[in-house]
């Protein structure tokens, strides 16, 4: 069973910058494909960004260039450094792990992820 704990969500305003943190328990975190998605209101979960096996990253479109992912498998952490903030990245972000060999080849979709965090709320104001 793997646990998964998001944090540094909060309000800020356009232009600025905010780093999420995800804390797995449980698992080999070495071996799990992260991903980060993120959900409007009344929209379904979307791609972010993803951190494969082999470290190598994607992101969605919408964030290229301006989000990072990154992670620290000593410490079983994952991050998100948002910059550059917009009133459209409003959104409740979550924090995934893919532990299936098709976690790594499909890194984009949901049913792709085994574990989800509880989500953190980061809203953007003009």
């Known amino acids: 069973q793997v646990q998964l704990v998001e944090s540094g969500g909060g309000s800020v305003q356009a232009g600025e910058s905010l780093t999420l943190s995800c804390a797995a328990s449980g698992g080999t975190f070495r071996t799990f494909v992260v991903g980060w998605f993120r959900q409007f209101p009344g929209k379904e979960r979307e791609f972010v960004a993803v951190?494969?096996?082999?470290?190598?990253?994607h992101y969605a479109d919408a964030v290229k260039g301006r989000f990072t992912i990154s992670r620290d498998n000593a410490k079983k952490m994952a991050y998100l450094q948002m910059n550059s903030l917009n009133p459209e990245d409003t959104a409740v972000y979550y924090c995934a792990v893919g532990l299936r060999g098709d976690s790594n080849s499909f890194p984009f979709f949901l049913a792709s992820y085994d574990y989800w965090g509880q989500g953190t709320r980061v809203s953007v104001s003009s």
């Open positions: 951190s494969k096996r082999n470290g190598i990253t």
